[in-house]
């Protein structure tokens, strides 16, 4: 099996990227922060602080998450329930982040996610898939923007769903995540030595999508 690893910070547009490569290539994509996001959506719907470690840890065997691929894309499952639209909220995002650094949290997905890797070509991205999950895929990329980049996406991507949201607090929330995510102590928000970086500025999501592709063919190469 071929893994391709996208990595970088939130509104990097990496899902989006991932998403285009694997369609390119004919790969299972495996949105890994939408399984972070169903477990901060059920702490949030349990009234759970996601950044307390003890009280997260109890709850932690009443969660089940799973991934299904239908026609329409991924869906994602949180205790048998479909909730692929109530995880994009900015609330879900940040309890995510802060649960994402609970060890106990990241052992209950790594299975998850590697048995994916093993039974098909993927293209997976998160924040710790080309240094933790997957340190030996055959190609790691790691994706990103300026904050105000990241900012204007996001606000973009909200209001393109009917949720409006402040320019000035999106670019807070991603700076603040940004902190969480690079200062946790557990698989922390870095690229792996053997990435790939891509500033994605000032590029579009076709061009984006074309310099992956490209990338991915050229390390398939000697696969076959």
Same mark, same amino acid.
């Given at each position: 099996?071929?893994?391709?690893?996208?990595?970088?910070?939130?509104?990097?547009?990496?899902?989006?990227?991932?998403?285009?490569?694997?369609?390119?290539?004919?790969?299972?994509?495996?949105?890994?922060?939408?399984?972070?996001?169903?477990?901060?959506?059920?702490?949030?719907?349990?009234?759970?602080?996601?950044?307390?470690?003890?009280?997260?840890?109890?709850?932690?065997?009443?969660?089940?998450?799973?991934?299904?691929?239908?026609?329409?894309?991924?869906?994602?499952?949180?205790?048998?329930? *479909? @909730?692929?639209?109530?995880? /994009?909220?900015?609330?879900?995002?940040? #309890? =995510?982040?802060?649960?994402? &650094?609970?060890?106990? %949290?990241?052992?209950?997905?790594?299975?998850?996610?590697?048995?994916?890797?093993?039974?098909?070509?993927?293209?997976?991205?998160?924040?710790?898939?080309?240094?933790?999950?997957?340190?030996?895929?055959?190609?790691?990329?790691?994706?990103?923007?300026?904050?105000?980049?990241?900012?204007?996406?996001?606000?973009?991507?909200?209001?393109?769903?009917?949720?409006?949201?402040?320019?000035?607090?999106?670019?807070? *929330? @991603?700076?603040?995540?940004? /902190?969480?995510?690079?200062?946790?102590? #557990? =698989?922390?928000?870095?690229? &792996?030595?053997?990435? %790939?970086?891509?500033?994605?500025?000032?590029?579009?999501?076709?061009?984006?999508?074309?310099?992956?592709?490209?990338?991915?063919?050229?390390?398939?190469?000697?696969?076959?």
């Amino acid at each position: 099996m071929f893994a391709i690893a996208i990595d970088g910070p939130a509104g990097a547009g990496k899902s989006s990227a991932a998403k285009a490569v694997a369609k390119a290539l004919g790969f299972v994509y495996v949105d890994t922060g939408a399984l972070y996001r169903a477990v901060g959506l059920y702490l949030l719907r349990n009234g759970v602080d996601p950044r307390d470690e003890s009280a997260v840890r109890a709850v932690l065997p009443r969660i089940t998450v799973d991934l299904a691929h239908r026609e329409d894309g991924q869906h994602v499952f949180l205790c048998g329930e *479909d @909730v692929t639209d109530g995880i /994009r909220t900015p609330e879900v995002s940040m #309890a =995510a982040s802060a649960c994402s &650094a609970i060890p106990a %949290v990241r052992s209950l997905l790594f299975s998850l996610q590697t048995g994916m890797a093993e039974r098909y070509n993927v293209v997976m991205d998160g924040r710790d898939i080309g240094t933790v999950v997957l340190p030996n895929a055959g190609l790691k990329i790691f994706l990103t923007a300026s904050p105000e980049a990241r900012a204007e996406r996001r606000c973009r991507e909200l209001k393109e769903r009917g949720t409006p949201v402040d320019y000035a607090e999106t670019l807070a *929330d @991603v700076i603040r995540r940004d /902190r969480q995510d690079t200062e946790r102590a #557990a =698989a922390p928000l870095k690229p &792996a030595e053997d990435s %790939v970086l891509l500033e994605t500025d000032s590029m579009t999501l076709g061009e984006v999508t074309d310099a992956l592709v490209a990338l991915a063919r050229e390390r398939m190469a000697p696969h076959g």
